[in-house]
């Protein structure tokens, strides 16, 4: 996958910005070779981060803690 993004988000207030990426899948099957699955590495992989914006460094989780703390922040700079 090739991609050009924008700059890493660093704030809840930031605008959103467009995003090109382009994606191209091969997928190749040769049912001889059925016999060597069991020689392949293990595959080690991340477990699920609950992203929506995958370029994104914060999970949803974090987006919305972040904006409950500048919520209570803005509501005490009120008082």
């Known amino acids: 996958m090739r991609y ?4 890493e988000v ?6 959103d910005q ?5 994606l191209a ?4 099957y040769y049912p001889e ?3 060597l699955r069991k020689e392949l590495p293990p595959m080690d992989t991340q ?8 370029l994104s460094s914060f999970s949803n989780w974090k987006l919305s ?3 409950i703390h500048l ?3 803005m509501k005490r700079g009120l008082e």
């Open 4 to 7: 050009k993004g924008f700059d």
């Open 33 to 35: 070779l059925e016999e």
């Open 47 to 54: 477990g699920i981060s609950n992203k929506r914006n995958p």
């Open 25 to 28: 899948i091969a997928a190749y």
């Open 18 to 22: 467009m995003v090109e990426f382009e």
């Open 65 to 67: 803690m972040m904006k």
């Open 71 to 73: 919520y209570q922040n």
């Open 10 to 15: 660093v704030s809840v207030m930031q605008e």
